[in-house]
């Protein structure tokens, strides 16, 4: 009679070969979906830009949109309805968007800060389009004048 199974040092041996794999692969995989996110929040803020100054250019004197939901209104809006709730968490790829304009139209900026350990970067993007990021103490900030701090982001 034959008796089939594994042994326990046969079931010791794969279990340590996987954990050994596992210990390898898994912060690779999290480093690959924070740097998907920050490649997301920039492309977002880009497209933010481009919606900006396109709804600017309709305005008669031009200004800035007021708010975000100015932006995503209307029969053809300038941004997808999803903007609407990137204030608040879960935000869009797991970063906050804060939007602030100055009382004439004529200076803004929106703010990506992290909302957990998927971002690292902050980043600020203002009415020159320029997109400023920075981590800590070198975080950029937002105000309705424009960013403020931060190193501008080459690219």
Known sequence: MVKKGFTLIEIAIVSSILGTI??????????????????????????FSTANEMYRAQQNPPAF??????LTAGDVPFLDS???????????????????VDASG????????PI?????????????????VGTGADAPTGTAAGCTGGTPLSG
């Open 22 to 47: 596992a210990v390898i692969a898994i912060p690779g995989l999290l480093r690959a979906r924070v740097n998907a996110n920050h490649s997301s929040v920039i492309s977002d803020l880009r497209a």
């Open 65 to 70: 949109a007021p708010d975000v939901a100015t």
């Open 82 to 100: 999803s903007w609407n709730g990137a204030n608040v968490a879960p935000g869009r790829h797991s970063y906050t968007f804060t939007y602030s």
């Open 106 to 113: 004529a200076a803004f900026s929106v703010l990506a800060v």
């Open 116 to 132: 957990n350990t998927m971002g690292i970067n902050t980043y600020c993007l203002d009415q020159t389009a320029v997109i400023f």
